[in-house]
């Protein structure tokens, strides 16, 4: 390879591995992740590990774990599906949105702040409730627990 191609390539996988870190689309880690699978570099194995065992969306560490396979890497697991936030994390992130907004406290009130104060749980969630996320976020903020 020519040093303008090793060149490219280092900047292609830099690339990736800063679009496999994004925390606020899911879809993008996942395409990255899958992408990542085309360059067989020890950088991109390590990404692919750590996805696989620390992102928050089931989809996004399975594909890390089909594209670590697809670069021969043994002895990975998936791991066992759990829920992405505990309920800690989650009553504080809304009780934090429910100080901020004032009026009437919509759905889309709701979302507009936790974009705001915390766009990876929304982008996460929103992906895990799927269209059942609406409700989620009425329910969750009404049966918020007292301090």
């Known amino acids: 390879m020519s040093e303008k191609q090793v060149s490219d390539t280092q900047k292609n996988i830099d690339e990736l591995m800063k679009e496999a870190r994004n925390k606020v689309s899911w879809r993008e880690r996942r395409d990255a992740v899958t992408e990542l699978s085309n360059h067989d570099y ?18 996004v560490q399975y594909a890390a774990l ?14 066992k599906k759990k829920d992405p936030y505990s309920k800690k994390e989650i009553v504080k992130v809304f009780r934090l949105i429910k100080s901020h907004i004032k009026e009437d406290i919509t759905v889309e009130a709701i979302k507009e702040k936790m ?6 749980m929304y982008d996460v969630m929103s992906h895990e409730k799927k269209d059942k996320f609406d409700s989620w976020l009425e329910n969750t903020m009404r049966t918020l627990p007292k301090k």
Do not use: A, M, T
Request: overall charge positive; hydrophobic content about 35%.
């Open 115 to 120: 974009k705001q104060v915390n766009p990876e």
């Open 66 to 79: 089909q594209s670590l396979q697809k670069l021969g890497v043994k002895d990975i697991r998936l791991p």
């Open 42 to 59: 020890r950088q991109s194995v390590d990404i692919l590990k750590h996805i696989l065992y620390k992102d928050r969306v089931f989809n």
